[in-house]
């Protein structure tokens, strides 16, 4: 157990809808970051908060949003979905910005039909 | 920018046979190396990690990895693998400065130990 939790573990929804995925980092931990695994591009970096902030942002599209909220939880926005949303979106938290190791949560596999 | 390959896309192995499980990495700065473990349906666990220091890296589950910076590589290895290593390794890159989008992930191998 990473000590990181996501939520929902599985999402089945249609195209055009919002979700919204939710992250509870380890306790302590500062950053968040968001990652998008599917089978054809691998793991995909998103974004990162760090202290409630924004602090990099990846191949996040501008159907996406976050945020980090004063209690460090986070949640990840995703609307008009499209087929190609479909993935597994992974929650990974570290102690501070620099680097030594993310652990990740189990993820949130959003299926759109 | 940090790019990672990961060669093989797969690799079939016995059990209690040796294993490497290729990476290669490319970066206009000096980094950290990672490589990281999925298990079927689950997230992704750290197995080691290369910071600085000794280029031989000893993981958990028996894994170990050596960063060499000439070649640019950091192979990852085992010298028996168990059924129970089964899964999908990820090799991934970060420069000292940053995390981030400069946390990169290679592509992935999928290790089969077959019995």
């Known amino acids: 157990d990473s000590g990181v939790t996501q939520t929902p573990k599985h999402l089945i929804t249609a195209t055009g809808q919002r979700v919204t995925l939710r992250c509870s980092p380890r306790s302590g931990d500062l950053s968040v970051y968001w990652y998008q695994q599917s089978l054809d591009q691998g793991l995909q970096f998103l974004i990162q908060?760090?202290?409630?902030?924004?602090?990099a942002k990846g191949n996040i599209l501008e159907r996406f949003s976050a945020q980090q909220f004063p209690d460090l939880h986070s949640e990840l926005n995703l609307s008009s979905l499209e087929l190609g949303d479909s993935a597994l979106y992974f929650c990974a938290s570290s102690l501070t910005l620099t680097p030594g190791e993310l652990f990740f949560g189990e993820g949130s596999r959003l299926t759109v039909l | 920018a940090q790019s990672v390959t990961q060669l093989d896309s797969q690799v079939p192995v016995f059990e209690e046979a040796p294993v490497e499980l290729r990476c290669n990495y490319s970066s206009s700065v000096s980094v950290y190396l990672f490589w990281y473990v999925q298990y079927p349906n689950q997230g992704l666990q750290l197995l080691l990690k290369?910071?600085?220091?000794?280029?031989l890296v000893k993981g958990i589950n028996g894994f170990e990895a050596e960063f060499n910076k000439s070649q640019t590589s950091f192979h990852l290895r085992k010298p028996s693998v168990h059924i129970s290593d089964t899964a999908e390794y990820f090799c991934a890159v970060s420069d000292s400065r940053n995390y981030g989008q400069n946390f990169v992930f290679g592509p992935g191998t999928r290790l089969s130990v077959l019995p």
């Open positions: 290369y910071l600085s220091g000794s280029t």
């Open positions: 908060y760090y202290n409630g902030e924004e602090r």
